[in-house]
Structure formats: structure tokens, C-alpha cells
């Protein structure tokens, strides 16, 4: 919660809506989901984060990463649609010995954490460059967290 706020109180006056005051308090009185299992997360998991090398697949860029609930790192991961999204889940699931339709539900319930984190990061990154993409996706997040709720 303190990284939502601080990007509220980071971004530009102008932007600050009531809609996005009120999913704060929204998101601070329902409080985060229950951990379901602690994993390093990397949270920024896209194909232009992953090298082919020798050796093998490498993620880069780990500048954001931490300890926390693995659902939230698979929240992150960038997919074509919510069926690819559904399958990685369900293979990961299987993978680390969890009930599918359990993580895939803990998923669900960061999205709307995990949203906010990506709107919010993409309007304080537009204040510090003044780069239009990042208003632009900000945009695009907000719309996607209006779909959401």
C-alpha cells in the first residue's frame, strides 16, 4: 500500500481523479490478498526482459524485484490474453504442486493491486520524463482497471 500512495503523491495534481482516490481507499479498507506461497519476484516479466544465451534463458532487469506472493508475479507476467494468461497459471500450478483453480483465483484478486501498481508507476515515470508513452499506457491501465472492477 505505501508504494500506491507514494505514487499518488508523486503524480502530477492535474491527474489525481476521484475514481483513483477512491480505489485506494478501496484497496486499503480490503487490505492485500493472504500470501498463498512466498517466491522472489521479479515483476517485470516480458520477452524484452528474456536472453538466449549459451547457457540458457536469462531474465534481466531486476530492479523492481522482491520476496512476496507468487500469484502476484504471475499476475505481472505479460500476455497476449487471458487464455495464454489462464495456461501459464495452470502450468505453473502444476509445476509447483498447487491446486490450478486455487492460484488462478489469488491471481484474480491481485489484479486489482497490481493494476493500480502499473497505472500509478506509469504516471510517476511520465512526470519524471514527460515521455507521452507513459501517459499513454497509464491510460491504457486505467481503462483496463474501469474493465476490471
Do not use: C
Request: charged share 25%; proline share 4%; net charge positive.
Amino acid at each position: 500500500m505505501p508504494l500506491l500512495e507514494l505514487y499518488w503523491q508523486q503524480s502530477d495534481p492535474a491527474r489525481r481523479t476521484v475514481g483513483w482516490l477512491r480505489m485506494l481507499k478501496r484497496l486499503r479498507k480490503a487490505r492485500e490478498p493472504r500470501l498463498l506461497r512466498l517466491s522472489p519476484l521479479h515483476m517485470d516479466v516480458h520477452a524484452g526482459n528474456l536472453v538466449h544465451s549459451a547457457s540458457g534463458l536469462k531474465l534481466i532487469d531486476w530492479e523492481y524485484a522482491g520476496d512476496g506472493d507468487i500469484a502476484l508475479e504471475l499476475a505481472a507476467v505479460w500476455v497476449e490474453n487471458t487464455d495464454q494468461h489462464r495456461q501459464l497459471v495452470n502450468d505453473y500450478a502444476t509445476r509447483a504442486k498447487i491446486y490450478p483453480a486455487q492460484l488462478w483465483r489469488q491471481v484474480r484478486r491481485w489484479f486489482p493491486w497490481l493494476l493500480m501498481l502499473k497505472a500509478g508507476w506509469f504516471e510517476y515515470r511520465w512526470r519524471q520524463t514527460g515521455d507521452q508513452q507513459f501517459i499513454r499506457l497509464a491510460d491504457d491501465t486505467w481503462r483496463q482497471l474501469l474493465i476490471k472492477q
